[in-house]
């Protein structure tokens, strides 16, 4: 695992500890960021179910502003921080242990090195990538539905949300204010691309 470009460009990261964990490959992962090319710069990101960070941290060094970070499995978190350290990232993220399921986009993240009480900035670029298992309902009150349905109302207007998911499971075209505008596959899994619109 690496940063494919940007100021970190070439810098590798701890990967996950086991192989129950699919991250996403650099051929997918260069694709996805040439596609959100015009939306990263200054863009304040939220990365869930983030793993060790492969995202966010991209992101980051494409010129993101700020990035919280989403994860609960403990393992995760240590190699996520270690990542983050790394890349000399930590006075840009903000690092959740949390379930997302039950927590979303967390709203009261304060920024690191700022005066007690300001408020992380509004995020306008979700990455979401669950276990598989949980791509494999998309019914608007499955786990994943509810979770989109709710992150409609925690993102900026005119935010992109990117799910990644199997392929054979299609998302719904609309979950609350979030529409799905795009879908890309490869091989076995599929990105989608929702943007929250509000009429």
Not at 10 to 19: E, S, V
Request: glycine fraction near 6%; charged fraction near 25%; aromatic fraction near 6%.
């Amino acid at each position: 695992m690496r940063i494919i470009a940007g100021s970190k460009a070439r810098m590798t990261l701890l990967p996950p500890a086991d192989r129950t964990t699919r991250p996403i490959t650099d051929r997918v992962k260069e694709s996805l960021f040439a596609i959100l090319a015009p939306k990263i710069i200054d863009a304040c990101v939220a990365d869930l179910f983030c793993g060790t960070g492969s995202l966010g941290l991209e992101a980051l060094s494409r010129q993101a502003t700020f990035a919280i970070m989403v994860e609960k499995d403990r393992e995760a978190l240590r190699r996520l921080r270690k990542n983050i350290a790394k890349l000399n990232f930590t006075d840009r993220t903000k690092v959740v242990a949390a379930d997302v399921f039950q927590r979303g986009i967390p709203s009261a993240s304060i920024l690191p090195g700022e005066p007690d009480g300001k408020q992380a900035p509004i995020c306008n670029l979700i990455f979401i990538d669950p276990p598989y298992k949980f791509s494999r309902e998309t019914d608007l009150d499955s786990p994943l539905g509810t979770l989109l349905g709710k992150i409609s109302s925690q993102a900026a207007n005119r935010a992109t949300i990117v799910v990644r998911h199997e392929k054979r499971y299609s998302l719904h075209p609309l979950y609350a204010d979030l529409h799905v505008a795009d879908c890309r596959e490869y091989g076995s899994m599929a990105l989608s691309f929702l943007e929250k619109i509000l009429e």
